[in-house]
């Protein structure tokens, strides 16, 4: 009896903690809503959601999702508005989880350790709605629904599986490679799913998921004449084919090498499990078994020690959790385990890999916007594997939620990506419509000197070129990024400069002028077709220089 209220008052304190971390993390986002912008990707996610923006052969298009509210709402975001949708999915989408969470046993400190999980989206890049969370929120949705596929009668199978082929459909607009991974699983999982093989019965599901998969698109297709998924099925083709990081043998090899790291991370938190919960372990076993930690993570760190993009703090959170993966499983008896739960763990094991194919962004860094599945993961390993210990639990629970929060914290509000940190001097800069953010004083300076010189040189014309990364200078100094507003690096400028050329309804259209922070002094005197007319100092260093074509 006293253990049974020593254990529940435990859980209890717990859970008030985990909520206090909750209420942490709410109170940095909702003070850091109306401060600050990273120009680059959050300008680019801004720029996604304005109905004027034109995209023309991209192969990121959920600006069309944007562009359809429009036309039923008239609503315009802007960067708080954006900000605000961002949490409101990640809060629904929790919500949304509970059935699931029900169905599965989890208990209110799981529930709770999942309240602080789900913010590990802001953990990395900006507050805004992107793509990587809209990609998030589809295949979590997907998984929600998989779930409930499996316990179905046929007739909702049929239908989970159709839902499933309308998230995979729109995943397309988002991350092409993504969307045909998940329609790819659909069939997977309807075969299995089937408790005799016909292949009458087969034919017929994969031609009715398909056919939904395609109407999505041909809806997209009708409403918006300058969308076509062959195009854009094409490109994706192309790109992995072209020159530079997004060759689909780099992305392939950086898959491959994720896939390395993380399993023996996992074997690092799989033998960690066994020395703390074998009854009896020989010193010999123990020796060997930390020798083994020992040099796996040797190994781990000093592969990594010459990246230039390695950062103990960065990915810090990405190799615990990876070690907590191993540590968890080691509880689950895997001859005992259904293949429904099989499936579930492979699925949210297996997500922050999927939602990532596409990305030339290193796994250890960008998914830790896709971390949740892992969390998610863990605590469905351990409710359907064996006991764990109460400390065990509550350890890992605590270190995640901390981590998480401070986390958080480093990205919004410390040191923000591309942009000052959050506690300098801050004044309110306009743009567009009445709308406004606060930015930091040399920020909104540079956007004001840079408007007025924008105006000058491009009085009667609002479609302006960045090179690169400058999709946010654009917009906020009320102009419009011509013809795609992702160009990042050489390699897309030379990529879209092709397609430019290609398109009939640009082939023999004027240029616009052109700006650039990221030029050297060479690269400036050739870039081909225009010359510098006039610059502007840029807030962090150096200058923004404006091109006009010859």
Same mark, same amino acid.
Request: hydrophobic fraction near 50%; glycine fraction near 2%.
């Given at each position: 009896m006293i253990i049974n209220k020593i254990h529940f008052n435990l859980n209890r304190w717990a859970v008030t903690i985990l909520i206090l971390f909750v209420v942490i993390i709410l109170t940095i986002l909702?003070?850091?809503?109306?401060?600050?912008? @990273?120009?680059? @990707?959050?300008?680019?996610?801004?720029?996604?959601?304005?109905?004027?923006?034109?995209?023309?052969?991209?192969?990121?298009?959920? !600006?069309?999702?944007?562009?359809?509210?429009?036309?039923?709402?008239?609503?315009?975001?802007?960067?708080?508005? $954006?900000?605000?949708?961002?949490?409101?999915?990640?809060? $629904?989408?929790?919500?949304?989880?509970l059935p699931f969470f029900r169905r599965s046993n989890?208990?209110?400190? @799981?529930?709770?350790?999942?309240?602080?999980?789900?913010?590990?989206?802001?953990?990395?890049?900006?507050?805004?709605?992107?793509?990587?969370?809209?990609?998030?929120?589809?295949?979590?949705?997907?998984?929600? +629904?998989?779930t409930n596929f499996q316990k179905s009668s046929a007739f909702r199978?049929?239908?989970?599986?159709l839902l499933m082929a309308v998230l995979s459909?729109?995943?397309?607009?988002?991350?092409?490679?993504?969307?045909?991974?998940?329609?790819? +699983?659909?069939?997977?999982?309807?075969?299995?799913?089937?408790?005799?093989?016909?292949?009458? !019965?087969?034919?017929?599901?994969?031609?009715?998921?398909?056919?939904?998969?395609?109407?999505?698109?041909?809806?997209?297709?009708i409403i918006f004449s300058d969308y076509?998924?062959?195009t854009v099925l094409k490109d994706s083709l192309e790109i992995s084919t072209y020159y530079g990081a997004y !060759?689909?043998?780099?992305?392939?090899?950086?898959?491959?090498?994720?896939?390395k790291w993380v399993f023996i991370l996992n074997i690092v938190g799989y033998i960690a499990a066994y020395l703390l919960n074998k009854a009896t372990v020989t010193l010999k076993a123990k020796v060997i078994s930390l020798m083994a930690i020992a040099v796996l993570l040797a190994y781990f760190f000093v592969s990594h020690r010459s990246s230039n993009e390695f950062d103990v703090f960065q990915y810090g959170l990405m190799i615990t959790a990876s070690i907590a993966i191993g540590f968890f499983i080691y509880f689950i008896k895997v001859q005992e385990c259904s293949w429904h739960n099989r499936f579930i763990i492979i699925l949210l094991f297996l997500a922050p890999f999927?939602?990532?194919?596409?990305?030339?962004?290193?796994?250890?860094?960008?998914?830790?916007?896709?971390?949740?599945?892992?969390?998610?993961?863990?605590?469905?390993?351990?409710?359907?594997g064996n006991k764990m210990p109460e400390r065990y639990i509550l350890t890992w629970y605590f270190i995640f939620a901390s981590f998480i929060s401070a986390k958080i914290y480093n990205n919004v509000i410390a040191n923000p990506d591309n942009q000052p940190k959050l506690s300098t001097n801050f004044v309110a800069y306009k743009y567009g419509n009445d709308k406004w953010i606060k930015l930091e004083k040399n920020q909104a300076d540079y956007l004001k000197n840079?408007?007025?010189?924008?105006?000058q040189s491009s009085p009667n014309r609002k479609e302006i070129i960045g090179m690169y990364a400058m999709p946010g200078d654009i917009m906020l100094t009320g102009f419009i990024n011509y013809y795609n507003p992702l160009i990042w690096d050489t390699f897309q400028w030379e990529f879209l400069k092709d397609r430019l050329n290609d398109n009939p309804k640009f082939k023999n259209k004027p240029m616009p002028i052109l700006i650039s922070k990221d030029l050297n002094v060479e690269e400036r005197n050739n870039l081909e077709n225009y010359k510098v007319v006039d610059s502007v100092k840029y807030f962090k260093n150096g200058y923004v220089y404006i091109f006009k074509p010859v």
């Amino acid at each position: 009896m006293i253990i049974n209220k020593i254990h529940f008052n435990l859980n209890r304190w717990a859970v008030t903690i985990l909520i206090l971390f909750v209420v942490i993390i709410l109170t940095i986002l909702f003070w850091s809503i109306n401060k600050g912008i @990273d120009l680059s @990707d959050e300008g680019l996610h801004f720029a996604f959601s304005n109905p004027n923006t034109i995209n023309n052969n991209g192969l990121v298009n959920y !600006d069309l999702f944007f562009k359809i509210l429009y036309k039923i709402t008239k609503f315009e975001f802007s960067i708080i508005s $954006l900000r605000l949708l961002k949490l409101s999915s990640l809060v $629904l989408l929790f919500v949304l989880g509970l059935p699931f969470f029900r169905r599965s046993n989890f208990s209110v400190l @799981d529930k709770s350790f999942l309240a602080v999980a789900i913010f590990s989206c802001y953990t990395y890049l900006t507050q805004s709605l992107s793509y990587n969370t809209i990609s998030f929120v589809l295949v979590l949705s997907y998984i929600y +629904m998989y779930t409930n596929f499996q316990k179905s009668s046929a007739f909702r199978q049929y239908l989970w599986s159709l839902l499933m082929a309308v998230l995979s459909s729109l995943c397309f607009f988002v991350k092409p490679p993504l969307s045909l991974v998940l329609l790819g +699983m659909i069939f997977v999982l309807t075969t299995i799913s089937l408790s005799e093989f016909k292949w009458k !019965d087969v034919i017929f599901k994969f031609s009715l998921i398909l056919l939904v998969y395609v109407s999505v698109q041909m809806v997209f297709q009708i409403i918006f004449s300058d969308y076509a998924f062959l195009t854009v099925l094409k490109d994706s083709l192309e790109i992995s084919t072209y020159y530079g990081a997004y !060759d689909k043998s780099i992305l392939i090899k950086r898959i491959v090498a994720s896939f390395k790291w993380v399993f023996i991370l996992n074997i690092v938190g799989y033998i960690a499990a066994y020395l703390l919960n074998k009854a009896t372990v020989t010193l010999k076993a123990k020796v060997i078994s930390l020798m083994a930690i020992a040099v796996l993570l040797a190994y781990f760190f000093v592969s990594h020690r010459s990246s230039n993009e390695f950062d103990v703090f960065q990915y810090g959170l990405m190799i615990t959790a990876s070690i907590a993966i191993g540590f968890f499983i080691y509880f689950i008896k895997v001859q005992e385990c259904s293949w429904h739960n099989r499936f579930i763990i492979i699925l949210l094991f297996l997500a922050p890999f999927i939602c990532t194919i596409g990305s030339n962004v290193y796994f250890f860094r960008t998914s830790q916007q896709y971390l949740f599945f892992w969390f998610l993961l863990l605590v469905y390993s351990k409710s359907i594997g064996n006991k764990m210990p109460e400390r065990y639990i509550l350890t890992w629970y605590f270190i995640f939620a901390s981590f998480i929060s401070a986390k958080i914290y480093n990205n919004v509000i410390a040191n923000p990506d591309n942009q000052p940190k959050l506690s300098t001097n801050f004044v309110a800069y306009k743009y567009g419509n009445d709308k406004w953010i606060k930015l930091e004083k040399n920020q909104a300076d540079y956007l004001k000197n840079l408007k007025v010189k924008l105006t000058q040189s491009s009085p009667n014309r609002k479609e302006i070129i960045g090179m690169y990364a400058m999709p946010g200078d654009i917009m906020l100094t009320g102009f419009i990024n011509y013809y795609n507003p992702l160009i990042w690096d050489t390699f897309q400028w030379e990529f879209l400069k092709d397609r430019l050329n290609d398109n009939p309804k640009f082939k023999n259209k004027p240029m616009p002028i052109l700006i650039s922070k990221d030029l050297n002094v060479e690269e400036r005197n050739n870039l081909e077709n225009y010359k510098v007319v006039d610059s502007v100092k840029y807030f962090k260093n150096g200058y923004v220089y404006i091109f006009k074509p010859v």
